[in-house]
């Protein structure tokens, strides 16, 4: 079955601090996609990165970047040079291809960038 | 930018009322998600559809919910007879065929957040 886990339901740090938002995924699949979401207190749910089951490389966007590592099922998300606009629930996410791609969310991590 | 579009932005209603959600997926996308989120389920699949055709409905009650998708421009969700606990935010999001080799994932709209007294 499929199941995203984000233990951390809450975090706070100190603007400027580096922080890691922790996702472990489980599936029976081969061909898999994961995903990271933003979704800030205005609401919308704002796309971050998708990255596929055959491509492990770490990837890096600005202050973002992002650690899969299929060994220990694992697709971390870490902010250097946390900022306060940084403030956020971030979603992890799962979709198999052969259960028609459906997205499967964790249950999310609140973010607190404290000034 | 495209971006998927849902109406109402907001809804209020007494329990018993019918409720319509609408949502238009970006042009060219052909599966189309359902999904709510309360504080306690996070958000949950309720259905989605491919090329109009419904997939997979298992996420919704079935005695109340029902979503369509009458054209390629809209799908539907909806609530009859509504109750307080179906309140919360619906978003719909779209995508196009997985396997098609694009990159592109899914879309979400801003969704309809939904309050039933």
């Known amino acids: 079955a499929q199941k995203v886990t984000q233990a951390q339901t809450e975090i706070s740090v100190v603007e400027k601090e580096d922080v890691t938002l922790d996702c472990v995924y489980e599936?029976?699949?081969?061909?898999?996609?994961l995903f990271w979401y933003k979704q800030p207190p205005s609401g919308e749910l704002v796309f971050l990165i998708r990255r596929n089951s055959f491509d492990e490389q770490n990837e890096i966007s600005g202050r973002y970047s992002w650690n899969f590592q299929k060994s220990t099922s694992s697709f971390n998300f870490t902010i250097t040079a946390s900022q306060v606009v940084d403030s956020a629930v971030y979603f992890c996410a799962l979709s198999e291809v052969e259960r028609d791609d459906k997205i499967i969310f964790g249950k999310g991590t609140r973010l607190h960038i404290l000034p | 930018d495209a971006r998927v579009t849902q109406t109402p932005r907001h809804k209020v209603t007494e329990m018993g009322q019918e409720v319509t959600m609408r949502c238009q997926p970006i042009l060219g996308h052909n599966t189309v998600f359902w999904y709510r989120q309360t504080m306690m389920q996070g958000l949950e699949l309720l259905a989605y559809f491919r090329n109009r055709a419904p997939l997979d409905d298992s996420g919704m009650p079935k005695d109340r919910f029902s979503a369509e998708m009458p054209d390629a421009t809209l799908a539907t969700l909806k609530i009859q007879p509504s109750e307080p606990r179906d309140s919360a935010v619906y978003f719909c999001?779209?995508?196009?065929?997985?396997?098609?080799?694009?990159?592109?994932?899914?879309?979400f709209g801003d969704g309809t957040r939904l309050s039933i007294l």
């Open positions: 599936t029976r699949d081969t061909t898999y996609y």
């Open positions: 999001a779209s995508g196009p065929t997985p396997r098609g080799g694009s990159n592109q994932p899914q879309h």
